[in-house]
């Protein structure tokens, strides 16, 4: 490629300029500068075609033709549709050695021609040309345009700091009206396009016009230059630089007709209101904004609040919805695919379906799934997602007491932005997405207000659809998003919140289900996750279930699938170390890889002792297996109770033994008995408080086991509040309760008649596997807990 070094040398008068050119020339492109004809241009040739181009000219008649390249850059070869097809014929007439690795010549132009057609490619570009002749008629206008052009181009000189004085003595001696527009048009401050468009024009009066119009417009931009000095012109310091500069580009844009920087952005932000389509309230709230944004700096800190509170009001989805997925056997088919079992709430998901099928504008459920940890209630959320077709959001509400990460925080704050409910519907990019609310349960309150209070209006579909968050002070509608909140429990719930979402319960897995999860999801996910396949591991069915009941005590499935992770990283030691074998692991292999059996079942060898009896607990974890012992020693102390008990279960202890003192005779205790002896009730595992009513039946069942002497029937286990009157009452947590007993191989059940409505819900497979006695007398607890 080739560079101009200069401003190309105005020479108009050499006779080189009347040479006849051949039919044939060696072409040779140049970057960045036009040659005329009769000018003088400096230029370093540096490509290895150029110089030998320069090299065989230097040899022969030294006439080139020099085409300006369309190319932008330097890089490779030109090829023949890289060049304008209008060039300029040029002798060299000096050539010397650069430092630069590269020849300097220096070329003046003899005649415009055109390409007609390339006859070589190689080791240079070679053309057929035809030579291009100036077509002038001498006339008045000529003249005229002649005389306007050459007292322009003097205006342009004295207003120029980059062109020669003495240019203005060589214009006026110029007579022919083509040389005077290249010359000009050469040491004007052009484009290449526009030089080359002035090149190409061989009607000699068109190229004077084009000329007057082009120095007209550099003499415009000169004189623009020169007001805008005098405007600002002054002496400032260096604090005062930044203002300046902004006052010539104020300048500047205003006689261009542009608009500065602020106005642009107001104007985006006019355009994005439109075409958001927001509802009256927001869109009048948006254009008050919007005209106080317009009156302000952008240096302003206002402006960057009125700012940033317009980008949220057009970023929010307040028409964009997603098209809920409406057939119903493929939403079964996706929560089938995800989840295992849950078949309550996969009905509930369901029948929401289905009316949303029959009534199109039907507000979506607020549901509440309350279960043991690990039970898949988050997972599930966004199984239901998928299944509905609609964008997924998890908000976790563990430990949050600030009212304001609900509503958000009022613009009068530094740093405020809207709440977490208002951030979720931007991020998930449409009106109805379905919300996770995740621990809604362990929400907190403190000075700064109650999130669970604000929670309120956002969980009432009578009023969220003008949810108000501080920060935007104007309402939307959250009536079309589908709100699914998930806790342990309930009690922590305040009631009015409670009350607005449909509970339904998780209580946990049975073994059975858990052997299936695992192996159709957990095991799959763990062989992927630690990089093996199914060629290296292969677990059994005994060894999941000796999973399930030696290293794990749980409702839920994460302590089953760490133990599946711990036994998946050891066989890829084992693999990494070079074994090429499948490892099976059988019922007894989990041992080698996770130590001794942690849980065994204690049930038969407890309970095969008198005073000792089942009881059953519930925990925010699920249920448990509680056991009561009582025993008898000489003395006059009375009732003693351990075991880190609660106020409420030693009042359901005095509460048994007051029963039976007074039914002495009926249970066979001998008279006097209480009188000279004392009552010790104690309930292991002392360092986890216990508390409620439930283990009253069992507290009464284990002291007349200890009176009699006689142990209670294998694998039973009971729940129950007792009265002095010996009713039994209902209790709660019966579900998790009965698979907990399941679980850990119970055969007997003893729970409230009042009770036997919560066993709906419980599967199938562990209601046949039990035997149930609903009782509602302790009359009864007693006979069947002794086989009578």
């Not at 024009?201 to 120095?215: A, E, G, P």
């Not at 749980?554 to 711990?566: D, F, H, T, V």
């Not at 292999?589 to 309970?607: A, H, I, N």
């Not at 679980?743 to 149930?772: A, M």
């Amino acid at each position: 490629m080739n560079k101009n070094e200069k401003q190309p040398e105005s020479s108009p008068l050499s006779g080189t300029a009347s040479a006849k050119l051949p039919e044939t020339l060696s072409i040779l492109p140049v970057l960045d500068m036009t040659l005329f004809p009769r000018m003088v241009l400096p230029l370093l040739v540096w490509q290895e075609d150029s110089k030998r181009l320069v090299d065989d000219a230097m040899g022969k008649d030294r006439i080139v033709g020099l085409v300006v390249s369309k190319k932008k850059e330097t890089a490779g070869a030109h090829e023949a549709g890289d060049l304008y097809s209008v060039g300029t014929a040029a002798m060299i007439l000096r050539m010397a050695q650069s430092d630069e690795k590269g020849i300097q010549i220096l070329v003046q132009g003899l005649s415009r021609f055109k390409i007609m057609e390339y006859i070589e490619k190689k080791p240079y570009l070679r053309a057929k040309i035809e030579p291009l002749t100036d077509t002038v008629v001498k006339n008045l206008e000529v003249d005229a345009l002649m005389n306007n052009l050459v007292g322009l181009f003097k205006n342009v000189l004295e207003l120029s700091p980059y062109l020669p004085k003495e240019l203005g003595a060589l214009v006026k001696s110029i007579e022919e009206p083509g040389i005077l527009a290249d010359l000009i048009a050469s040491s004007l401050n052009l484009s290449k396009e526009e030089k080359q468009s002035i090149l190409e024009t061989i009607d000699v009066k068109k190229r004077l016009q084009k000329v007057n119009n082009l120095i007209n417009r550099e003499l415009q931009i000169l004189k623009l230059g020169q007001k805008i000095q005098s405007q600002v012109k002054q002496d400032i310091d260096k604090s005062q630089r930044e203002y300046y500069l902004r006052q010539q580009l104020k300048t500047i844009k205003e006689e261009l007709g542009e608009k500065d920087e602020r106005s642009v952005e107001a104007e985006e932000y006019r355009t994005k209101i439109e075409e958001k389509g927001l509802p009256e309230e927001a869109k009048k709230e948006a254009d008050r904004e919007l005209n106080r944004l317009a009156r302000m700096h952008p240096s302003s800190s206002e402006y960057t609040v009125a700012a940033t509170y317009l980008d949220w009001l057009t970023a929010l989805p307040w028409n964009e919805s997603t098209k809920d997925n409406l057939d119903i056997k493929k939403a079964q088919k996706v929560l089938d695919d995800d989840h295992y079992g849950l078949e309550k709430v996969k009905k509930r998901i369901l029948e929401y379906l289905a009316v949303r099928k029959l009534k199109s504008d039907t507000k979506g459920p607020i549901l509440c799934f309350v279960g043991p940890p690990g039970t898949g209630k988050t997972s599930l959320g966004r199984s239901i997602a998928r299944a509905l077709g609609r964008n997924f959001h998890r908000i976790s509400l563990g430990g949050v007491r600030d009212e304001a990460e609900i509503r958000g925080h009022r613009r009068t704050y530094v740093g405020a932005l809207p709440g977490r409910i208002i951030q979720g519907i931007r991020r998930a990019g449409s009106n109805n997405p379905l919300f996770m609310l995740d621990e809604i349960d362990k929400v907190g309150a403190d000075f700064r207000g109650d999130p669970s209070s604000a929670l309120l209006e956002v969980l009432a579909p009578e009023q969220n659809f003008s949810f108000s968050d501080h920060y935007l002070d104007v309402a939307f509608d959250l009536s079309k998003v589908m709100f699914i909140t998930t806790a342990n429990i309930l009690d922590t719930i305040p009631p009015a919140l409670r009350d607005r979402m449909e509970v339904l319960d998780l209580p946990g897995y049975t073994d059975e289900e858990k052997v299936k999860i695992a192996k159709r999801f957990l095991i799959p996910r763990q062989i992927e996750a630690h990089g093996l396949t199914k060629a290296y591991i292969k677990f059994s069915t005994p060894a999941i279930k000796a999973l399930i009941s030696g290293y794990t005590r749980e409702a839920g499935l994460r302590n089953l699938e760490r133990e599946i992770a711990s036994i998946c990283r050891g066989v890829a030691r084992q693999v990494a170390e070079g074994k090429k074998e499948l490892t099976h692991i059988k019922a007894n292999d989990p041992q080698k890889f996770l130590g001794p059996v942690r849980f065994y079942s204690e049930t038969g060898m407890r309970t095969s002792t008198p005073g000792v009896v089942t009881g059953l607990a519930w925990t925010p974890a699920g249920g448990e297996l509680l056991y009561i012992e009582a025993t008898k020693m000489n003395g006059k102390q009375g009732l003693t109770l351990t075991g880190q008990l609660g106020d409420v279960m030693k009042e359901s202890a005095t509460a048994a033994l007051s029963y039976i003192r007074s039914n002495a005779k009926t249970l066979g205790v001998p008279e006097g008995f209480f009188a000279k002896h004392d009552i010790h009730i104690h309930v292991p595992a002392g360092a986890i408080p216990k508390d409620g009513p439930s283990a009253g039946v069992a507290m009464l069942t284990a002291l007349v086991s200890m009176l009699k002497q006689k142990p209670v029937i294998k694998d039973l286990a009971m729940t129950g509040e007792i009265t002095l009157r010996g009713q039994v009452l209902p209790v709660g947590g019966v579900k998790e309760k009965v698979l907990a007993a399941h679980r850990r191989g119970i055969k007997t059940l003893i729970i409230p008649k009042w009770n036997k409505k919560d066993l709906e819900d419980i599967p199938k497979k562990v209601l046949k596997s039990l035997h149930f006695h609903f009782v509602d007398k302790m009359d009864e607890v007693v006979k069947t807990s002794f086989g009578e």
